[in-house]
């Protein structure tokens, strides 16, 4: 079975510090991992995505995320957080090992990046 | 270019009534999910098809759930005999493929309120 946590309902950070986003993931098999951001009244945007090569994966607006595989995490980070990144983060999973297509999602990470 | 594109937007429907959602995917997208997010929540798998042929069922809550891509474009979600736990908004998304081409990109959902 397939599972992803994200264990931060909310996160907080001021304007031009650090933020991570936390996400911990369980698969049988292999995991490919997204992260996709929602912004009020829109819909699901992908972020980045690792499948497999480098472990430090840069995506859009400055994230970056980095595959853990021995502490099974995928934690998205951006060095420099702006106001306009607060939003409602998603982490998802999909174990190919196995050969289903089932993407499982998290339960969200709200961010607020206070000026 | 043409995002994915769901229909309606908002469905009101009485407790019993049979309904039908539509999601047009990006042209030439291979693969199409189905999800479900309840408020507050991310969005619950439904199901998976690759062009025409339902490859991943195993999220559908029940037999009242049925969907179909029968051209491998358009698709349709269909609940039968409504009830109030299937108030949710219902996600479409759609991807070139697999692997490297695994980027879902998503429609604006259709908001289902059942009363």
């Known amino acids: 079975a397939q599972s992803v946590a994200q264990p931060e309902d909310q996160v907080n950070v001021a304007e031009g510090n650090p933020l991570t986003v936390k996400c911990t993931y369980s698969?049988?098999?292999?995991?490919?991992l997204f992260w996709y951001v929602q912004y009020p009244n829109r819909g699901l945007q992908f972020l980045l995505k690792?499948?497999?090569?480098d472990n430090l994966v840069k995506g859009s607006y400055g994230f970056e995320a980095e595959f853990n595989k021995s502490q099974t995490s995928f934690h998205l980070k951006k060095p420099s957080a702006l106001v306009s990144d607060s939003a409602l983060y998603f982490c998802a999973v999909r174990d190919w090992g196995t050969g289903g297509f089932k993407t499982i999602f998290g339960a969200g990470t709200r961010l607020f990046v206070k000026a | 270019g043409a995002g994915v594109s769901q229909s309606p937007r908002y469905k009101v429907a009485k407790r019993g009534q049979d309904v039908a959602l539509r999601c047009d995917p990006i042209s030439g997208h291979v693969s199409l999910f189905w999800y479900q997010q309840a408020l507050g929540q991310g969005p619950e798998f439904l199901t998976y098809f690759q062009n025409e042929a339902q490859l991943d069922k195993s999220g559908l809550p029940s037999d009242r759930f049925f969907a179909e891509r029968p051209e491998g474009s358009v698709s349709t979600l269909k609940i039968q005999r409504t009830q109030q736990e299937d108030s949710a908004v219902y996600l479409c998304a759609s991807s070139l493929g697999s692997g490297d081409q695994e980027t879902q990109y998503f429609g604006p959902g259709t908001r289902l309120l059942v009363l």
């Open positions: 690792y499948i497999t090569g």
């Open positions: 698969v049988s098999g292999n995991p490919y």
